[in-house]
């Protein structure tokens, strides 16, 4: 995919009403901190157009990215982040599932998981949402760089198991620091939302 433009369109916060957007959309979940808006701005070629943090929180919207007036990528608010009032957790966790539920141009939902770390209830439960919900399922292993080879090996092995992914379904191991990854996460992206697009 070569980035012609990227523009941060719409914002969507707790209160606001969904957007009726025109183009389809790619959105990226998983839990706070796993990497997802770092994993943005390396598929944009941006160094922090989305707001990264080292504290778990930071997305607290959800924002829509034009790419080439082609595809939406979705940033979306972490789940499963322990640090926050229940009351703002859970309108968090409102927010996503009625994003999830009510976008009718949503394509694709990418799952993103710390590749150190072994998939949480959370997470298993996200998996099987977007299944149940006819979604191809795609797993991004997040910071690749904090492994040796044969650890990332053994940890993407650890990953399928805990999700019972079947051999078809993709694990990228991605690394925000080497950008290792980032175009198989693009591939994906062309095979599955823009080839879709450009056959209807
Ligand atoms: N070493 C390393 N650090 C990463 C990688 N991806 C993200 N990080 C770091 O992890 C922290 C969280 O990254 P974010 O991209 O803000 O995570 P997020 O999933 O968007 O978090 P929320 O918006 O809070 O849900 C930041 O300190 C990033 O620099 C990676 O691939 N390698
Ligand atoms: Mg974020």
Redo the contacts with the bound molecule.
């Keep these: 995919m070569v980035i012609r433009k990227v523009d941060l369109e719409i914002v969507c916060g707790v209160t606001s009403s969904m957007p009726e957007t025109k183009l389809p959309e790619v959105a990226f979940a ?1 839990k ?8 943005i701005n390396g598929l944009m070629n941006r160094k922090a157009y989305a707001k ?3 504290k ?4 607290q919207t959800i924002n829509y990215y034009n790419i080439n007036d082609e595809v939406y990528i979705v ?1 979306l ?2 789940y499963g ?1 322990a640090n926050v009032s229940p009351a703002v957790k859970a309108s968090w966790g409102k927010m996503i599932e009625r994003y999830l539920r009510l976008s009718p141009q949503l394509r694709m939902i990418f799952l ?1 998981v710390d590749i150190r770390h072994e998939p949480s209830a959370n997470d298993v439960q996200m998996y099987n949402w977007i299944v149940d919900n006819g979604f191809y399922p795609a797993i991004i292993a ?5 492994l040796s080879r044969s650890q990332a090996k053994a940890s993407i092995a650890r990953i399928r198991k805990k999700l019972q992914l079947g051999e078809e379904t993709p694990v990228v191991a ?4 080497t950008k290792a990854g980032r175009d198989d996460v693009w591939s994906l992206i062309e095979q599955y939302v823009l080839a879709a697009e450009e056959e209807s």
């Design positions: 998983g706070s901190n796993v990497g997802k808006s770092s994993l990264v943090s080292q778990p929180g930071k997305t940033d608010p972490g982040f993103l997040t910071k690749l760089d904090k991605y690394s925000a620091l």
